[in-house]
């Protein structure tokens, strides 16, 4: 079995953003969009003698664009597209002096409807990965390791209030490459202070 780091604190994600105002049609949002410049700091717990760390020991630069267009009142689509960055890991594990890990597109998609309004949505999520270059162990290109995904599942949404939030969300993966395949189920609360 892999060896874990026990536990501790993960890496810091800074990431400043510039959302617009609303494009209106007919008295109503009809478009929203943001830029952000997501970083990924390696100051999480890290040792290169374990398999498995909170920390990843690397700076990552994850920008992306995100939009929601709302369709009718009722119904909308979504998308975020980020491009990631990695820096070099100069104390990996496994025995090699350097890693760097392939830089890739990823994105997320969901689109919804209000079944009951301003109470519960039903919708269709997922998320694509594709590697578009070689990771590299000590300066060398390992073939074949570009990674891709590309997962799909039913979401759900429930308010309790404007403030309270329950998100249920199914992954099934499929058209996958160097990497494992499966499902994910997310449930998560959401709260606004």
């Keep these: 079995f892999p060896q874990d780091n026990g536990t501790g604190i ?19 949002p009809f478009f929203m969009q943001r830029i952000e410049l ?23 630069f994850n920008p992306y664009w995100s939009g929601t267009l709302f369709i ?7 998308t975020r597209v980020h491009y990631l960055w990695n820096a070099e890991n100069s104390d990996p594990f496994g025995g090699a002096n350097k890693k760097t890990a392939g830089q890739a597109i990823h994105l997320n998609f969901a689109t919804s409807y209000a079944v009951i309004a301003n109470t519960f949505r039903l919708g269709i999520n997922g998320y694509y990965l594709k590697q578009i270059t070689d990771s590299e162990v000590d300066g060398v290109d390992m073939n074949n390791s570009k990674e891709e995904v590309l997962a ?23 058209g996958v490459e160097n990497r494992s395949e499966g499902q994910r189920y997310n449930v998560r609360f959401v709260h606004h202070f």
């Design 38 to 60: 997501q970083m990924i700091f390696p100051t999480g717990k890290y040792d290169e003698n374990k398999s498995l760390n909170p920390g990843s020991n690397f700076f990552s």
């Design 152 to 174: 799909i599942g039913p979401g759900a949404l429930w308010s309790f209030s404007q403030n309270n939030h329950l998100f249920f969300n199914a992954y099934f993966e499929t």
């Design 72 to 78: 009718t009142p009722n119904w909308t689509a979504t």
């Design 10 to 28: 993960g890496d810091i994600l800074i990431g400043p953003f510039l959302q617009w105002d609303p494009v209106m049609r007919d008295g109503r």
